[in-house]
Nanobody, 127 residues
Framework: QVQLVESGGGSAQAGGSLRLSCAGS????????MAWFRQAPGKEREWVAV???????IYTDSVKGRFTVSKDNTKNILDLQMNNLKPEDTAMYYC?????????????????????WGQGTQVTVST
């Protein structure tokens, strides 16, 4: 059974940093596309970053240059380093995974195609 557990959320001031981690179990990490999504109160869920099985990594425009995703296949961990945080980054952050998906045309897969999700970790950025 695939399980994803996020950690590392918390509070930060604008301009600060946080590092989120997603620990996976029950599957071969290297064969899965991994992604970070977020959802702010009253807003739709949006994708943040995606890394596919070939290592192709994409970021949504609002976090480019500030967020970096990294993956350790030996430890089954997907990290999201978030620097220069902004109040608009405040959201619940979710890790998601799906086997054998690839990034196509520089676009992320639709969230509905990812069957495995963590419970989320809250990030709050204050001014």
């Amino acid at each position: 059974q695939v399980q994803l557990v996020e950690s590392g959320g918390g509070s930060a001031q604008a301009g600060g940093s946080l590092r989120l981690s997603c620990a996976g179990s029950g599957y071969v990490y290297s064969t899965y596309l991994m992604a970070w999504f977020r959802q702010a109160p009253g807003k739709e869920r949006e994708w943040v970053a995606v890394m596919d099985i070939e290592g192709t990594t994409i970021y949504t425009d609002s976090v480019k240059g500030r967020f970096t995703v990294s993956k350790d296949n030996t430890k089954n961990i997907l990290d999201l380093q978030m620097n220069n945080l902004k109040p608009e980054d405040t959201a619940m952050y979710y890790c998601a995974a799906e086997p054998y998906l690839r990034v196509v045309g520089g676009r992320p897969p639709q969230a509905s195609r990812l069957r495995h999700w963590g419970q989320g970790t809250q990030v709050t950025v204050s001014t």
